[in-house]
């Protein structure tokens, strides 16, 4: 599985005030607060049947998503939080369930989804104070892909847009950052695989690989000029094997420049995502709570790169 940037999961964990009258959601909130997640979703949902007017009943509906979502099943989580924003519209927590939704896309792997779910979000919630996360996020998607431009765009456009966000001064240093994404050393798979075609190995030594394309090119000499050397003695019993062994050295010479300058440059690439990574945890934003509006929590855990 590819390398992933630093791609956080967002996971909304509202407060264990009761939103809701009387002690209708303590045992939910006390299973909730315990990590059984699994069976607080089903209190949740119970509520739900059994109270569907209470007051805040919305906030039990953003529970069951949560607590799925906390469980990691992320495939329920997304119905869940769904049910929210069509059945609550009017509901302060439908921003924050609309985030929650591509969130849990992008940690199911489809990415693009996720993407397109986050803009759709800052489309309709510019204001919220998520959206600066949501494209920050958005930026870090970018970052896996290697679309270092895109990437320097949308953090630029969070310090613009976003002045006083907490995302604004670290999301325009990263923009900074990427800026020299474009300068990054890097090394031609074509032009290594000609150069091996040429002189074995040396597209291996142009790949930073000096010793192994020294020995690639030594075995080729010695199998080459032993091949000569039994044909001119007419050992072709000999001569034939040995210039087998030769042109299979040749051609790996080939293949394995090529590899080593792929190699060459996913090292670099994984050596600025390092940076770009490191950058992100010292900002301190990732790992963190942050108390937002309404008594909800919002927990950052670091997912994978």
């Not at 989804?113 to 959206?131: C, P, R």
């Not at 896996?144 to 999301?171: G, H, I, L, M, R």
């Amino acid at each position: 599985m590819k390398t992933l940037l630093f791609i956080s999961a967002l996971l909304f964990l509202p407060t264990l005030s009761m939103p809701v009258s009387g002690q209708v959601s303590d045992f939910a909130d006390s299973l909730f607060q315990e990590g059984d997640y699994l069976n607080a979703a089903h209190e949740y949902k119970r509520i739900l049947f059994l109270h569907p007017n209470a007051p805040r009943i919305d906030f039990v509906a953003f529970r069951v998503a949560a607590s799925y979502q906390n469980a990691g099943q992320l495939e329920k989580a997304i119905p869940a939080y769904q049910f929210l924003i069509d059945t609550y519209p009017n509901s302060t927590l439908v921003a924050r369930a609309t985030n929650n939704i591509a969130q849990c896309h992008i940690l199911l792997g489809a990415r693009e989804q996720g993407v397109v779910s986050l803009e759709n979000f800052l489309i309709k919630h510019k204001g919220s104070d998520l959206a600066p996360l949501a494209r920050f996020t958005i930026g870090m998607l970018h970052i896996d892909k290697n679309e270092w431009t895109q990437a320097s765009q949308v953090w630029n456009d969070v310090a613009s847009v976003y002045p006083d966000s907490p995302f604004t001064e670290v999301s325009a240093r990263l923009a900074r950052i990427v800026k020299n994404a474009d300068a990054l050393p890097r090394r031609s798979p074509t032009v290594a695989g000609v150069l091996s075609v040429l002189v074995p190995g040396s597209g291996q030594i142009y790949s930073g690989k000096a010793i192994d394309g020294l020995s690639t090119f030594m075995s080729v000499a010695v199998f080459g000029s032993a091949s000569v050397y039994y044909t001119s003695k007419e050992r072709y019993e000999v001569a034939v094997p040995v210039a087998v062994l030769g042109v299979f050295f040749y051609g790996n010479s080939i293949y394995q420049s090529i590899r080593a300058a792929q190699t060459f440059n996913l090292q670099h690439e994984r050596h600025f995502r390092s940076r770009i990574q490191q950058e992100i945890r010292d900002s301190g934003l990732f790992g963190a709570r942050l108390t937002l509006q309404d008594n909800t929590k919002l927990v950052l855990w670091r997912s994978r790169f």
